[in-house]
Every structure is written in structure tokens, then in C-alpha cells.
């Protein structure tokens, strides 16, 4: 009974010290780029929303920290000063840390607002074509992952 009572005694300090140290910011840094630009450079928000492959999901400060794979579709950032900025991005990573700063690599990112719809419809069809005379499964596995990048910037651009 001694060493449950020890046991219960190590595992709430571990979880008390665990909390202090994170120190639960109520606000969150944020950075954001990608090859061609950076968004945001250690800037205060209010939340970002992400897709990931494990799901869409939105970051608050106090989040947990977490590690994860976007796919393509759009950020959305919602600032201090109340702006909403919307951000396509065709993949990267998305790093939640302890201390509530959240880091967005895009492999490439671009403003909803510059998008070109019939653009994007046309590099559609063009991923379509390039599935279609595929002549191997690598060229098939390009051809699918530029479909999906593409369905993505159209439904962002719509």
C-alpha cells in the first residue's frame, strides 16, 4: 500500500512539474513558410487551422505538442487584429511545441486571393491526362499525387 501511496506521489509531482515547465502561454508564436515565401515569422495569433493526413484540425495556444503531415488544402490563420489569411499549401510539416510556438514548412504555399481558378482547373485536367497514359506505376503514383494537389487548389480557389 506504501508503494502505491509513493507511486501516486511521483506521478502527480511528475504531472504538477510537467505542467509548470510548459508554463502554458496564452499566446502563440507563429511562424510559417515555404521555399517560395515566408508568411509569418514568430507573429502572435489566435488560432490556425490545418489539414493534415490525420485529419483537419485547429491550434489554440495550450495545444499539445504534436508533429504532423499536411496534405494539400488550405491553412487558415486567424490574427490578433481579427484578419482571417487563408494559405493553400501543397504539403509540408506542422510542429506544435511546448511552449505554444507553432512552426507551418510548406513544401509550397500560396495565398488563396492569388489563385487562378481555371488555371488550377487546367493543371487538373493535365494531372488527369498524365494518369490516364501512364505507362508505369511510378508515373501513375506522380500522376495521383498531382491530382489530388490539384483537386485541392481548385476546391481552394472556388
Known sequence: MAAIRSMSRLL????????AKRGYAEEMSFTFASGNQVFYDGKSVKQVDVPSFSGSFGILPKHV????VLKPGVVSVYENEGNVKKIFVSSGTVTINDDSSVQILAEEAHPIENIDVSAARDLLNKAQSQFS??????????????????EALVKAAE
Open 12 to 19: 502527480t509531482h511528475r504531472t504538477l512539474s510537467t505542467t
Open 65 to 68: 505538442p504534436t508533429l504532423a
Open 133 to 150: 497514359s501512364a505507362a508505369n506505376e511510378q508515373a501513375k503514383a506522380e500522376a495521383e499525387i498531382a491530382i489530388e494537389v490539384s
